[in-house]
């Protein structure tokens, strides 16, 4: 099992930024890879971003490239996603995710989910 728990959502400008984080607790956090997702009212949940667990290599969805890193510390058990030029339509609750694949961009292939973060952009 592993537990999953999202901090650093909040209310920001369009054009700002905000640090998300993920903690994880339970089995050995760099057996996962981890992964970023993100669900905007009335839409289905879509994926940001993923890290694998030991490169480090990292993918995004075009929609935030460029804007968006992902990141981890394996020593600390956590996952980042720094979000900067925020846009309003990043509008949405943010998920972090743990999965047994080497990556994956497909939400079904992550089996452990954390509660969300809202996070939401004005203009």
């Known amino acids: 099992q592993v537990q999953l728990v999202e901090s650093g959502g909040g209310l920001v400008q369009a054009g700002g930024s905000l640090r998300l984080s993920c903690a994880a607790s339970?089995?050995?956090?760099?057996?996962?890879?981890m992964g970023w997702f993100r669900q905007a009212p009335g839409k289905e949940r879509e994926f940001v971003a993923t890290?694998?667990?030991?490169?480090?290599?990292?993918y995004y969805a075009d929609s935030v490239k460029g804007r968006f890193t992902i990141s981890r510390n394996n020593a600390k058990n956590t996952v980042y996603l720094q979000m900067d030029s925020l846009k309003v339509e990043d509008t949405a609750v943010y998920y972090c995710?743990?999965?047994?694949?080497?990556?994956?961009?497909?939400?079904?292939?992550?089996?452990?989910w954390g509660q969300g973060t809202q996070v939401t952009v004005s203009s």
């Open positions: 995710a743990a999965s047994l694949a080497y990556y994956s961009k497909n939400s079904d292939d992550y089996g452990y």
């Open positions: 339970g089995r050995i956090f760099s057996s996962y890879a």
């Open positions: 890290i694998t667990r030991s490169v480090y290599n990292t």
